[in-house]
């Protein structure tokens, strides 16, 4: 299945934030890669700060060209503000919400748990990373894997609350999502419109 494996920190400097997660390097080289990234002053065109966008949020959730085509199409013909839409789907996407559910410390590793088939959809494993969780659907760890090191570290100590679209179980080691998230809750720092502008050129 296709996914970014080049490197990670490069494009965390790029957007000058730790899109990844925690990134250590990001701390000590606060400025863009390359020779001349600390010098840099060249002023960005209004084209290029809306692929910027794009690209944050691609990176971000881990989605390829395609399926944020496609992601987008279908945030498209729904109802609402296309923007904020394209951001619940993304949201929705199983790979992240076992991430929002503190079950992995990153999307990345959430992403690998699913396609293991460590999770569980409303007690049925679902190893499709992309899978779009529904309102009411119940995310969990396979009870086989509760027992895994990797699980156990990334849930101690998590704070579920901050989350307030979930519903954690901490006895069954499963969460609901209760609805897709509002704008206001969603913490990354995407400018959703200005990928709606790209789109509409």
Same mark, same amino acid.
């Given at each position: ?6 490197? !990670?920190? !490069?494009?965390?400097? #790029?957007?000058?934030? *730790?899109?990844?997660?925690?990134? +250590?390097? /990001?701390?000590? #080289?606060?400025?863009?890669? $390359?020779?001349?990234? &600390? ?23 881990? @989605?390829?060209? +395609? ?13 609402? &503000?296309? $923007?904020?839409?394209? /951001? ?5 996407? /199983? ?6 559910? $503190? ?6 590793? *959430? ?12 007690? #049925? @494993?679902?190893?499709? *990373?992309?899978?779009?969780? #529904? ?35 901490? *006895?069954?080691?499963? $969460? !609901?999502? /209760? ?6 809750? &969603? ?13 509409? !050129?």
């Amino acid at each position: 299945m296709a996914r970014y494996t080049g490197p !990670k920190t !490069k494009i965390a400097r #790029k957007f000058g934030e *730790a899109i990844f997660g925690p990134d +250590k390097v /990001l701390s000590k #080289k606060n400025y863009p890669p $390359g020779q001349h990234g &600390i010098n840099k002053r060249r002023k960005t065109s209004e084209y290029g700060l809306q692929l910027r966008e794009k690209q944050k949020a691609k990176y971000t959730y881990g @989605v390829l060209e +395609k399926q944020f085509r496609n992601l987008f199409e279908k945030a498209s013909r729904k109802k609402g &503000i296309t $923007g904020e839409v394209l /951001l619940q789907l993304l949201e929705a996407r /199983l790979d992240n919400v076992v991430y929002r559910m $503190g079950i992995a410390r990153t999307r990345a590793a *959430a992403r690998q748990l699913v396609l293991h088939r460590h999770i569980v959809v409303d007690g #049925k @494993v679902v190893n499709i *990373a992309s899978y779009s969780v #529904k309102p009411g659907e119940v995310v969990g760890v396979r009870e086989k894997s509760k027992s895994l090191e990797v699980i156990a570290d990334s849930l101690a100590g998590f704070n579920h609350s901050k989350y307030p679209w979930i519903e954690w179980d901490e *006895a069954t080691k499963s $969460g !609901k999502l /209760l609805h897709l998230p509002e704008r206001a809750d &969603i913490p990354e720092n995407i400018k959703e419109q200005s990928i709606v502008e790209l789109y509409s !050129k």
